[in-house]
């Protein structure tokens, strides 16, 4: 749904991507990661066709952004860190607005406008000014409108800032929600605990280089989607746990006398394997699961990582 190749950035005194490529697959809720000043924003901009690169190439839903910017307009929806709405206008009146701002028929612009409140639980209150609505629900107004044309992407940055926590909950349960619908989600944001809630993959982003990838899901994030850290305890210590491993072919991230770690290559049928060879080795295994790691320990881990070279030596 969206493909970044080589994208590179530059304001007049500096350089802000170095080279950014990837991809974000139809339903996927892709969290955007990395210190201030990393270049997401940048990125983000970039994606939306609002500002365009000096080197590489964007496309969304098929869309080019330098040579289509309309028609990625027409695909996607952008909401900007710091967003714009006018109070005195209601909710119905902002997104009718909006949505004929953003090419849809006059005609149709009235239902569109009634579906987006829907979408957002705004319905009861279209006939709010937007003044008069609390911080969550202009966020949910600012949504909405950024949604009216029915696009198949949506960019958010900083979506939460200054949500109080029930506000943030109804956000997250929103992004659940469109995700589920088959939208496709990038979330840039600082507060990792609550994208942990609803992203399905993480991007992070350093000094204007992609600094490391992951899966997120239930079991917790992963760096590669083709490995996964799991672990096990024994029902009773063994002094030649190590060695036995080692006869097994296993090698342990961590190991002790009575559990270990492992890293397990190939999903949920290798993981199974796994267990399988342990308990035909003898090992009297009495729990094995997966280790759940927060994303904010990959974060972490990612960002004491050196900083990744530019493609092709770039400054």
């Known amino acids: 749904m969206i493909s970044v190749k080589d994208v590179v950035y530059d304001y007049p005194s500096a350089r802000a991507l170095f080279g950014v490529s990837f991809e974000v697959e139809r339903g996927t809720v892709l969290a955007l990661v990395g210190p201030n000043g990393a270049g997401k924003t940048t990125l983000l901009r970039c994606v939306a066709a609002l500002d365009a690169p000096a080197e590489g190439t964007i496309s969304v839903a098929g869309h080019d952004t330098q040579e289509d910017p309309r028609g990625v307009h027409a695909a996607l929806g952008y909401l900007p860190d710091f967003f714009g709405l006018y109070d005195e206008l209601t909710v119905r009146q902002s997104l009718i607005y909006a949505a004929c701002s953003r090419g849809v028929a006059e005609g149709a612009a009235g239902g569109a406008a009634e579906q987006a409140a829907a979408r957002v639980h705004l319905t009861d209150r279209l006939e709010a000014r937007a003044g008069e609505l609390s911080r969550g629900l202009r966020q949910r107004l600012a949504i909405a409108q950024t949604i009216v044309h029915g696009p198949r992407v949506l960019l958010l940055d900083e979506p939460a800032a200054g949500l109080d926590p029930e506000a943030r909950h109804d956000l997250s349960t929103l992004i659940t929600r469109l995700a589920g619908e088959g939208m496709t989600i990038v979330v840039s944001s ?24 992951g899966v997120v899901s239930a079991h917790g994030t992963t760096a590669d989607a083709d490995h996964a850290m799991v ?23 961590r190991v002790g006398t009575d559990e270990a770690t492992l890293r397990v290559a190939g999903g949920g049928a290798a993981e199974a394997a796994v267990l399988a060879k342990l308990v035909g080795g003898g090992l009297p295994v009495r729990a094995y699961a997966p280790v759940k790691r927060t994303l904010e320990q990959t974060y972490l881990e990612e960002a004491a990582k050196p900083v990744p070279p530019a493609p092709g030596g770039a400054a």
């Open 190 to 213: 600082h507060i990792l605990a609550e994208l942990e809630d609803y992203s399905t993959r993480m991007l992070m982003i350093r000094d204007g280089r992609v600094a490391g990838v």
């Open 231 to 253: 672990a096990f305890t024994l029902a009773e210590p063994r002094g030649d746990l190590a060695a036995m491993l080692a006869n097994l072919g296993l090698t342990p991230e």
